[in-house]
Structure formats: structure tokens, C-alpha cells
């Protein structure tokens, strides 16, 4: 198994973790506004667990969004300077995925795991995702809109499948809610708000990365990107 060190800071929670020599180790913390300043303390302290060095490093995976624009940025820009001072190819693995990874894999084959999170300006991020033999088949491709519009998109996709949700995650499904999606009773307990970097290695684990060169890696916005200029920057006519 390669050693795989993976960045996720997309969302309020800033996480790292280390695969290595079959064991994953993960530091995160619920700390909005702060990865900048966590994210290479958290690198040394999983590479200081494992007794590992950034030299041992074969690959580094980014959570590449959706989600806050600055965060997104803050794994990309890191992934791809540890890839770049390190010569190692990086890999990104979109935030949604991370976000039920784990727990559809857990799921019987054929499970669906529907994940929604705030887009803000009125919208959600969703992807609806099912377990295939243990991988992942993309249903609904990760997608902002409003949530009325997920709502009747997740609703037909069910209709069509046959069945019904087995996993949900998200800060968004409560917006979901909101519109009408209903979810069977023992989905509505306590919902996996943020995604983990640990989630990265779990993904690799199971679908081969597309491993590309730090100067290619890129981030997966799902809106356009002028959308997240800061007010100052935008043109006003």
C-alpha cells in the first residue's frame, strides 16, 4: 500500500490524515477560518504518529470541493507545493464524496447515499451516489442549485432507482427538508456534518486516483468562479 497523505480544508473542519503501512492516521479540528495556520501543524503531527517523514510520501490527495472558496484553495495550494518540493504527483477527490465515502461502503451493494451541503446564496452542493461492488457509482453528479430544484431531482432519481436512501450527509439536507424530502425514519438521527481527510484515503483505497502533476491539480467549484470574487473585486456598472 502506498503512503498517502491527504488534505482536506474545504469545509468549517480542517483535517489531514496519513495512510501508512496499513494503518490511516488523522488529526482534524472544527475550526473556521483557521486552516491556513492548522493544516501544516497538522501534516508534521500525522507524520510525526506514523514515524514517517515527507520523504517517505507517495502520493498526496486534496479534498478539491465543493465548498468555501478560500478553503478549497488552502488543500489545493498545499497539496500541490508538497507535491511540487516533494516531486510527487497529487489527486483530488470531490468534498461530496468524502462526505459519505465511508459509511455507503459500509452499506449493502446497490445502497444509495444522497449528500447535500450549503451552497449558500440560496442554493445547495448534491450528489446522490450508490455503492457498486464496492466502489462508487455516480447517480447525480455533484450540482448547485436551489433546493427545490435537488429535491425534485433526488425524488425522480429515487423513483427511477426503485428504492430508497441509505445514507445522507450534509449540512444541507436540513434545506432539503425544508422542501419536502423525506427521509426514511432511521436517516434522520444525527448527520455527518463535514468531510475528513481520512475519507480520501478510504476513496483511494477503493477506486484508483487519477494522479496528475502538482501544476495540473485543480479544484471543483460546481459554480462558476467569478460567483466567489469578493465584493471589491467585482465590476459595478
Request: hydrophobic share 45%.
Amino acid at each position: 500500500m502506498p503512503t498517502i497523505l491527504a488534505i482536506d480544508t474545504a469545509t468549517e473542519q480542517c483535517s489531514v490524515a496519513l495512510g501508512c503501512e496499513g494503518k490511516v492516521y488523522l488529526q482534524a479540528e472544527v475550526a473556521p477560518q483557521k486552516h491556513a495556520n492548522l493544516v501544516l501543524a497538522q501534516i508534521d503531527a500525522v507524520l510525526n504518529e506514523a514515524g514517517c517523514t515527507r520523504a517517505d510520501i507517495d502520493a498526496i490527495g486534496y479534498g478539491a470541493g465543493p465548498g468555501s472558496f478560500t478553503g478549497v484553495r488552502i488543500a489545493l495550494a498545499t497539496a500541490q507545493a508538497l507535491g511540487l518540493g516533494l516531486d510527487k504527483k497529487v489527486f483530488a477527490v470531490s468534498d461530496l464524496k468524502l462526505l459519505v465515502a465511508d459509511e455507503l461502503l459500509a452499506a449493502p451493494d446497490g445502497a444509495l447515499g444522497l449528500v447535500c451541503t450549503d451552497a449558500r446564496m440560496g442554493e445547495v452542493y448534491f450528489a446522490l451516489f450508490a455503492h457498486e461492488q464496492g466502489a462508487f457509482k455516480s447517480i447525480i453528479a455533484e450540482k448547485v442549485v436551489k433546493p427545490e430544484q435537488a429535491v425534485a431531482e433526488i425524488n425522480a432519481a429515487l423513483a427511477a432507482q426503485g428504492k430508497s436512501l441509505s445514507v445522507v450527509a450534509g449540512t444541507g439536507i436540513a434545506l432539503l427538508k425544508e422542501q419536502g424530502l423525506v427521509l426514511p425514519p432511521e436517516l434522520t438521527a444525527e448527520l455527518k456534518l463535514y468531510p475528513r481527510a481520512d475519507s480520501i484515503i478510504t476513496c483511494a483505497q477503493v477506486e484508483a486516483p487519477t494522479l496528475v502533476d502538482p501544476a495540473e491539480a485543480e479544484p471543483l467549484y460546481c459554480r462558476n468562479e467569478v460567483t466567489w470574487k469578493k465584493v471589491s473585486e467585482q465590476k459595478h456598472h
